[in-house]
């Protein structure tokens, strides 16, 4: 999920983009515009889109009742996307589950590789431990909820454990090491590079949004640590739709969450400053960012002896100075539990998970872009479902629902990217 295909862009006729053009720009207006992109026609359009957003579906039944869809897209070709996604069936006892999650990386790729990766195993874990408890009862869905954060923060702690543990004694026995018994202690890339590895993966972090569904499709949990987003978008009786925002964003927006953060470090005027955690970061909640949740020294003496003398550390320390009773970021999941109508007359319910890359297409139109792409999934043939992903319809929609729109956010001459990573996955509940 690295990379972007390079694809060329000799098919269309050059023409000019305003910066008000693309949506959700992250360039400023004086970034000399207006700037030339090559004119596509519709199929080239959808290919090229479909090319550059590793696609991904998965058919959680025979009848592809319930399904998802799952994308990742950054169009500029000269940087990686951050972003990930997961969609799994988990077995357990004979019985199916779905795990579905899109992750939000941030500073580097390597914490949000490891999260997507290892999150549904670690879930499905723990699922097997509660559901071995109850025996042939089922597990009441308070208890799930529970357990999906338990996982999730057993998950987190062992990020930094695991490099404690690298150092008997921990924290107050990294006194008593010189640097460069600690930089011998880490750097084993000769030897196969495990204890490098696990300590690099203190450095990132990432947001995440993860959706499980029970095998009797009755029941969803969604755990949110960030600003991704979740909705549910449900046909109403009158053949409209209703498009229900489910999450809450972790990060100085969400006044809840920096009184939270406020309470939780008294006397501390600088635990948030101009809406990030210690003036740094902006996520109030994540998984990694193991210096906003370890005491100074772990960053001191263990993460600069990563990289000795190859990087400035004077960012690192406008931060750490402020840093008295950590952890300041939280790996504490919000998780919220909703119920589902299996039967075969139930209304279409779609779930939608996103990066916050896809809200910033959307901005204020959200709604009625989601509303739109969910009337034509109505009207569409079970074939035309079937050979188009619903996640890379949804993602033509936000960018205008027109080649012209869309080619001017695929070809655009710049070298840096002008929109953020974008992560969606469709649900089909």
Request: some cysteine.
């Amino acid at each position: 999920m690295d990379g972007m295909p390079q694809c060329s862009w000799d098919a269309g006729p050059t023409s000019s983009a305003s910066f008000g053009d693309i949506p959700g720009n992250l360039c400023s207006p004086t970034d000399d515009w207006p700037r030339p992109f090559r004119n596509l026609n519709h199929d080239d359009a959808w290919d090229h889109l479909a090319a550059a957003s590793n696609l991904h579906s998965v058919k959680f039944d025979p009848t592809g009742r319930w399904r998802a869809d799952a994308l990742n897209f950054q169009p500029c070709t000269k940087t990686s996307s951050q972003d990930r996604y997961a969609v799994q069936q988990i077995h357990i006892q004979g019985r199916v589950w779905t795990l579905s999650a899109v992750f939000d990386g941030h500073l580097g790729s390597h914490t949000v590789e490891h999260v997507a990766h290892h999150m549904p195993i670690i879930v499905r874990e723990h699922l097997e431990l509660i559901t071995q408890k109850h025996g042939d009862r089922v597990v009441p869905p308070p208890l799930i909820a529970d357990m999906f954060a338990m996982a999730i923060r057993a998950f987190d702690d062992a990020i930094a454990n695991d490099v404690l543990e690298l150092f008997p004694g921990g924290l107050s026995s990294l006194s008593r090491l010189s640097d460069l018994q600690i930089q011998e202690v880490l750097d084993d890339q000769l030897s196969g590079g495990q204890n490098y590895t696990k300590a690099r993966l203190c450095l990132y972090g990432t947001t995440a949004l993860v959706a499980l569904v029970d095998p009797d499709h009755q029941n969803l949990w969604l755990a949110n640590l960030g600003d991704c987003q979740g909705l549910m978008v449900s046909e109403t009786d009158q053949k409209a739709w209703n498009v229900e925002v489910l999450t809450r964003s972790h990060n100085g927006e969400n006044p809840l969450e920096v009184q939270r953060v406020i309470n939780e470090h008294p006397g501390e005027p600088e635990c948030i400053l101009d809406g990030r955690v210690l003036g740094a970061i902006a996520p109030f909640r994540c998984l990694g960012d193991t210096p906003f949740k370890q005491p100074p020294e772990f960053t001191r003496r263990i993460l600069y002896n990563l990289y000795p003398g190859q990087h400035d550390t004077s960012p690192w320390e406008e931060f750490l100075m402020r840093n008295h009773t950590p952890p300041y970021i939280s790996s504490t999941p919000e998780v919220t539990h909703y119920p589902l109508d299996p039967s075969p007359r139930a209304p279409r319910r779609y779930l939608i998970l996103c990066s916050d890359g896809f809200t910033d297409i959307c901005g204020t139109n959200q709604h009625a872009i989601v509303d739109r792409w969910a009337r034509a999934a109505a009207c569409s043939s079970s074939r035309e479902l079937d050979e188009n992903s619903l996640a890379l319809r949804l993602l033509w929609q936000a960018l205008g629902n027109d080649p012209t729109s869309v080619s001017r956010v695929l070809t655009l001459n710049m070298d840096s990217p002008w929109l953020d990573d974008v992560s969606i996955v469709v649900q089909c509940l």
